[in-house]
């Protein structure tokens, strides 16, 4: 049995969450999460940069001087690339249709194997639910810094019904501003979230549905 540490918000060790080990034995091809994350980026990618090439720069069509009786190296017009003003030679171009097809089978399992490989690491905790009026960034600041191992960057996993609302909306303002501190919905959480964050913390509140997501019932 795998054991998640359970934290109030005062950053006190109240219990623990057991967690079944055959949740924890699929595992994906490390080929397979990294095509996964690869194109996840490439969605993300705005392909705003645009440079002109030589066939679209607004220059006079003269030639520069003339081909013959100057010695000079022929020229053809002003619009060349090596002419202050002239085309931009490899430069980055607007791309059209590049969206990448994610297998949402692939999807699945690179997440359940990133999590997985998180809860044997001892870097998921479960934050239990606690009475937070009204967003208070101190009270936030104060519990990163009393729960050991949360000085990187965390994710604070919730879901997306109670996140909207109530305690929770306050509990997400309140970490806004902290450095390096993030949230995310369970039901829209991405492989590259997990990957780039250190510590994962489950609100309690959630847990049901984090289990779900590794295969339980």
Known sequence: MATLKKYDLHGKEVGSVQIDEALLKETAHPQSIKDYIVALRNNARQWSASTKVRKEINRTGRKPHPQKGQGRSRQGDLAAPQYKGGGIVFGPRPKFDIHTRINQKEKRAA???????????????????????????????????????????????????????????????????????????????????????????????????????????
């Not at 239990?128 to 810094?145: C, I, S, V, Y």
């Not at 609302?165 to 979230?193: D, T």
């Not at 489950?202 to 295969?215: K, Q, R």
């Open 111 to 217: 997440i359940r194997s990133l999590i997985a490989e998180k809860i044997k690491g001892g870097q998921v905790h479960v934050l239990e639910k606690g009475e937070l009026k009204q967003p208070k960034t101190q009270r936030m600041a104060e519990f990163f810094d009393a729960v050991p191992g949360l000085d990187k960057r965390v994710l604070l996993l919730c879901n997306l019904g109670e996140g909207k609302r109530g305690h929770h909306l306050n509990l997400l303002k309140s970490i806004r501003n902290i450095p390096k501190k993030e949230y995310a919905w369970l039901s829209q959480i991405n492989g590259y979230e997990l990957i780039r964050s250190h510590t994962l913390i489950v609100l309690d509140s959630a847990l049901d549905e984090f289990l779900s997501i590794l295969g339980a019932s």
